[in-house]
């Protein structure tokens, strides 16, 4: 059984995972947990490892690089194409081995810690304007509406 490239359905406290070989063919299909995910990953040889693109992704994506995958992440909105039946995790992970093996698919390029902590404090300060804007409107329209 020789695994070329794995789809990683990533959930909250379980992973879904599915092992394509060289031709495409499913070798492997597997729920297991961030512990079990670790350990299997770090058991085989180095193959392609495709995620959906999110915070939790980078992270496991830097940790995947470390023991010698290559991570490729895709947005979710060129994954669901290849969805082929009703949407449960084992069909994702399998439609994201698919998607991520074709050579012209768009990647999301792996974020470091400090680009992700960098990006969260630019959502928390675009919140804060968000806010402070409705907070303002809020008053003006109050003041306006009283005289």
């Known amino acids: 059984m020789q695994i070329a490239t794995i789809g990683i ?6 992973f879904h995972m599915v092992g394509l ?7 492997l299909r ?24 999110c915070c939790g992704a980078h992270h496991l994506g830097q940790r995947l690089v470390t023991l010698g995958h290559t991570v490729r992440l895709i947005p979710p909105q060129f994954v669901k194409p ?4 009703q949407k449960n995790d084992l069909l994702d992970a399998e439609a994201i081995a698919e998607a991520v093996q074709r050579p012209t698919m768009r990647l999301v390029p792996l974020k470091t810690t400090d680009q992700l902590d960098l990006q969260a404090i630019h959502r928390v300060r675009t919140r804060l304007v968000r806010r402070r804007t409705a907070v ?8 306006w509406s009283a005289v």
């Not at 290849?82 to 039946?85: D, G, R």
């Open 136 to 143: 303002i409107n809020h008053y003006a329209r109050f003041f």
């Open 21 to 27: 070989n060289g031709r495409g063919a499913i070798v």
């Open 82 to 85: 290849f969805v082929k039946s």
């Open 9 to 14: 359905d990533i959930g909250k406290s379980s």
């Open 30 to 53: 597997r729920r297991c947990t961030r512990t079990q995910l670790m350990r299997d990953l770090a058991n085989l040889p180095p193959c392609l490892v495709g995620m959906e693109a």
